[in-house]
DNA sequence: GAGTGGTCTAGACCACTAT
DNA sequence: TAGTGGTCTAGACCACTCC
């Protein structure tokens, strides 16, 4: 397939190139390394010729270079560090991304199909699972846990009839010290509040409602957008000003369909597949066509 | 919940800038503008200053008001137009995205609830859905379908027994000419074959595939990646390098579970919501807990 | 023709890394 | 201390848009 691609590329860059007339020195050099990585000739961690190394090997100024290098980051092609130089970081990964690495199903964090078809069953433990994986898994609470008055939004989303106090909870989730994911989350004051009081550590929270309350979590609604992280995105999630994100705004009903959560997660998109399976039902219109 | 989100960072703002000491020249533009921007006062449509115009307001040179407008660029905040200027593009849209723009769900695309539930039962028409929106939808082929060796990744994900010629097909879809997404899509060729010689234009495949041979498509799997654009992609969908792509892997499975199409689908990801929903299944050692 | 973004140049200083 | 990326400067030419 990655065959099938590239040809698919060379096609139509050669429209692009005869478009044009010609290529900028910067799209060059961009295409010539991006190409080499793509092709495996350099290796992930590789490092790369200096910003000033490659002007004068491509006869360009440091800043055509440098720009060059620029767009390569914003693919993803290549990371940078300051003092340090540029290093190939990516092509390998994303390739075996789709099936191989880390992977969040129905909330839960996966790694392999077998693995996938156990977490099917569970619900809101990024903490559990990520233990399972061997990972160490923490929440760094950004503001403290706490009974808020609903916004408009929340109040929709949570269908509340008036503007009520929620529980809400903000944090960011790492694994191993790497950053996963923001979560914002809004409960039903109600049935939460007493975990104010009496934490429940790391008991997954639908787990406790059920044991103190009896009430089951059932159906959940996921809506997902990717765009680029803003910059208390990028900083908090340790990635770049226009890297890619997901947010996934869920909300979840117990079985008699009461709202009992609302949360948006914003979760770095590299570290990220998201699987789901559904049946086709057809339109009973189009079954009797 | 965007007042939330304001005063998070505000409050995240303050250790940055003392960790840093001083701000850039070109990040106390973005932070400006980009302010705002978000804040309304500067409104969609509108056209910001030229480079040479900020340049001299911030009292910077070209080469940095221009950086600025590139990271405003890179978050999708404004858009640009050789020869014409820069146009604030972005806040007052997205916010409203989540819920109200164009969505898919179950392969359709949707725009609303009331669709929602009706685009739920049906599957594989972009075509028909965007009819129904009033949307002028059209397909553009880059490969003539055609039986082709499967590669090793087809041959893998449609399950055949050996490397067999399967059909290919691979379009761009657009809607008003807008591109939305690249299909690029693989079916076995004992039952889709003969459409290479009898087109049926429009009608929806699977559809097509009840009629004709009395199969059923059932089982859904998809799997989602978000990650950025490269360069035959930002020029096919008409966005910019580092803009956001969602990878959506689909295979699709008769009511017996035989795999009738594979699919990977490259959308713009501004264009796209995908929504989806589930049940939560408790495991059986979570319920006796 | 005046103004615009896109590209490029040949320098410069800084903070940081490695040795 | 030498090399690196990060930032910035003050110019320049081009193709394009708008009038």
Known sequence: MSGDQLENREVNFDPFESKDGELGKAERIVLE??????EGKIQEGYRLPSERDLAARFGVSR???????????NEELIVSYAGRGYFVAGIPDREASTRDRIQEYHGEIIDDETILSDELQVSGSFYEYMKRLGREPRDEFLEQPALVPASEEVTEHLQLSSKELV?????LQLADNIPYRLIESYYPSELFQEILTKPIDHKPLFKWLQDRHGITAKQVKEVLIARPANSY????LGISLC????DLERTVR???G???EWARITASAKLYAFRYEYDIRLKQSMREY
Chains 1, 2 share one sequence.
Request: glycine share 2%.
């Open 33 to 38: 390394i991006g190409a080499d990585i793509k």
């Open 63 to 73: 800043m055509t270079a440098r720009s060059a290098l620029q767009t390569l980051l």
């Open 167 to 171: 529980l809400k909870r903000y944090r």
């Open 233 to 236: 995105e990028s900083d908090r």
């Open 243 to 246: 890297a890619p994100v997901v």
């Open 254 to 256: 117990t079985d008699t």
């Open 258 to 260: 009461r709202i009992i």
